[in-house]
């Protein structure tokens, strides 16, 4: 499948998260997570506020609608109504230059 370029690196705030249409990216250094911006217990986007995603301690992905919690690293919800699901993570490269780039399907 071809990729396809998400953003580069520094549009996201190393610890800080931002929004791509139906996707969502969490920057960790050189590391960045990318999930669909949907909460697995009614389908509706994670946040309110743009780019609002994480907790105020940058430590859970947060529901705005349900204040359901999920840990960063997986999307695995360990509080609220969807407890046990998981957000759907998208696979997400980060090359030499910095461009972060996401399957051509992922969440479009």
């Known amino acids: 499948m071809t990729p396809r ?8 705030p190393d610890g800080q998260a931002k929004g791509f249409g139906a996707l969502f990216a969490i920057r960790r250094g050189r590391e960045v997570l990318v999930y669909v911006n949907s909460c697995p217990h009614i389908g509706v986007a994670l946040n309110v506020i743009s780019d609002r995603f994480l907790n105020h301690q940058g430590t859970l992905i947060v529901c705005a609608v349900h204040n359901a919690w999920f840990r960063i690293e997986d999307g695995f919800c360990t509080h609220g109504p969807c407890i046990g699901d998981s957000l759907e993570a998208v696979a997400a490269e980060v090359d030499a230059e910095g461009t972060v780039w996401v399957p051509e399907d992922a969440g479009w």
């Open 5 to 12: 370029a998400l953003c580069r690196l520094e549009d996201i």
